[in-house]
T-cell receptor, first 112, second 115 residues
Framework: EAQVTQNPRYLITVTGKKLTVTCSQN?????MSWYRQDPGLGLRQIYY???????DKGDVPEGYKVSRKEKRNFPLILESPSPNQTSLYFC???????????FGPGTRLLVL | AQSVSQHNHHVILSEAASLELGCNYS??????LFWYVQYPGQHLQLLLK??????LVKGIKGFEAEFIKSKFSFNLRKPSVQWSDTAEYFC?????????????FGQGTELSVKP
């Protein structure tokens, strides 16, 4: 089954404790992206990747890092999480930029 | 800056009522347009999309949308809603040739359908 998976689905952490949210897709997509969803703001892009070793900032990249060492994986790293990063995070992938993006199930993060 | 505006924050309808959700975007160039749906506790799923051709597009579950280029609009419609349509609906736009392939989302419209 074609899908985007994320782990963990739920995470509670404390300020400053580094964490990683994994994202994996099995559709051989070149393009992958991370969004955060906040009430009243819709989804905003954090980072994206055009292909392996090619990543770039989206609209709200501060406090986040990403890497793309393999085509299928695109982890999101919070080096020093802060409470304003409490949000719902979605990973997405598409065959090419601009094509239909397929979303993962989301990771709900609470930073205390 | 590009933006997407959804006119209604929360819509409440009775079953069998007709639905129209507004979406306007600000970008003068060529765009790809999407409507996504997010059922409670679930991830975003594609309802329908428009890339080119017939501006009236049909999606899953009886939804359709019309692209009106002159109005920069892409409104979502359904003739008769069901309780199972209760969800949040997001309009999204990708400016073609946009570096980064970014989807710009509207704020979302929460639809509640009363049985």
């Amino acid at each position: 089954e074609a899908q985007v998976t994320q782990n963990p689905r739920y995470l509670i952490t404390v300020t400053g404790k580094k964490l990683t949210v994994t994202c994996s897709q099995n559709m051989n997509h070149e393009y992958m992206s991370w969004y955060r969803q906040d009430p009243g703001l819709g989804l905003r892009q954090i980072y994206y990747s055009m292909n392996v070793e090619v990543t770039d900032k989206g609209d709200v990249p501060e406090g986040y890092k990403v890497s793309r060492k393999e085509k299928r994986n695109f982890p999101l790293i919070l080096e020093s999480p802060s409470p304003n990063q409490t949000s719902l995070y979605f990973c997405a992938s598409s065959s090419q930029p601009g094509e239909t993006q397929y979303f993962g199930p989301g990771t709900r993060l609470l930073v205390l | 800056a590009q933006s997407v505006s959804q006119h209604n924050h929360h819509v409440i309808l009775s079953e069998a009522a007709s639905l129209e959700l507004g979406c306007n975007y600000s970008y003068g160039g060529t765009v790809n347009l999407f409507w996504y749906v997010q059922y409670p506790g679930q991830h975003l799923q594609l309802l329908l999309k428009y890339f080119s051709g017939d501006p009236l597009v049909k999606g899953i579950k009886g939804f359709e949308a019309e692209f009106i280029k002159s109005k920069f609009s892409f409104n979502l419609r359904k003739p008769s809603v069901q309780w199972s349509d209760t969800a949040e609906y997001f309009c999204a736009v990708n400016a073609r040739y946009n570096q980064g392939g970014k989807l710009i989302f509207g704020q979302g419209t929460e639809l509640s359908v009363k049985p």
